[in-house]
């Protein structure tokens, strides 16, 4: 049997940082538009490497989003910031017509590029979008707190080895319910060395924890989301409440905003929904982009 492609990780230079994507080339003669995948907040885009390879003939990309895997950058305030990156990507690599696969944070942004970028995208697949309901983003509402510092800024940030990783990691909540696959690409690809002998996070602690203290500030992001004029599925996992991380964060009614949107309810699946099956998620996508 023929071992999948291994990527290509490439970088570019956009708003001051070094943007990484890891490419699978497809078949040469393949004139299908790309798959183009976004990762959910403390992850990278070789969690989706199972995802990827269940497209052997078509161009993937999956990227390394700020300060997340290989790419540069610190703590933001504003995911604003992660939009304006991915659309500097997608003006420069001149993206046209690809099919944008969202994870968690992945989804907004790429929700976000898509009604700003209309060329770049001609469907998208988004698992678990991080968009609210309406007045999650209002002040002075119910939902809208400040946000004291978020827990993940005292995650663990040193580790021996991928393996000492994976050791600590294994039989937590929520690694343990990854696939074995997902689980060693998150491992793996997700530590940099430290120029000690051992490793650290490739998403630190405090970026990890600026992007969930800002997760408000995209104010704008339903008026975005209602002017998407593409084909847009919305998956959505079990919903049950916002300080669950298993739990969907998806506004129900998301969809329903969207002049093409199309809702697929899943609550036999957590929001880790790509990390639990990917191949359930690759034949969501596949299934869609056939369309």
Request: glycine share 8%; charged share 25%; aromatic share 8%.
């Amino acid at each position: 049997m023929t071992k999948p492609a291994k990527p290509v990780t490439r970088t570019v230079a956009v708003n001051g940082i070094s943007l990484a994507f890891n490419e699978w080339r497809g078949a040469a003669g393949n004139l299908e538009a790309p798959l183009l995948i976004a990762h959910a907040t403390g992850f990278h885009g070789r969690c989706y490497s199972a995802i990827a390879e269940a497209f052997p003939d078509r161009r993937v990309i999956s990227l390394d989003l700020r300060g997340h895997g290989r790419s540069t950058g610190g703590p933001i305030d504003s995911w604003r910031t992660i939009v304006e990156d991915v659309s500097a990507f997608l003006d420069q690599l001149r993206i046209r017509g690809a099919v944008g696969v969202g994870h968690s944070m992945g989804g907004l942004t790429l929700a976000q590029c898509a009604a700003d970028n209309g060329p770049a995208f001609s469907k998208l697949v988004l698992f678990d979008p991080v968009i609210l309901a309406p007045d999650y983003y209002v002040e002075g509402s119910e939902l809208f707190t400040p946000d004291a510092p978020h827990p993940a800024i005292r995650r663990k940030r040193d580790f021996a080895s991928p393996q000492a990783m994976m050791e600590r990691f294994a039989a937590r909540d929520p690694y343990a319910l990854f696939e074995a696959r997902v689980f060693e690409d998150y491992c793996q690809h997700g530590l940099t060395e430290d120029g000690k002998g051992g490793y650290v996070l490739a998403c630190s602690p405090e970026m990890e924890a600026s992007v969930y203290g800002s997760s408000r500030s995209n104010v704008g992001i339903h008026d975005a989301v209602a002017s998407i004029e593409i084909p847009v599925l919305v998956v959505r996992a079990k919903q049950t409440k916002l300080t669950d991380f298993k739990s969907s964060p998806t506004w129900p009614l998301l969809a329903s905003t969207m002049s093409k949107g199309e809702d697929m309810p899943r609550p036999d699946r957590t929001h880790f929904h790509p990390f639990e099956d990917p191949a359930d998620a690759a034949r969501i996508i596949a299934e869609f982009a056939a369309r």
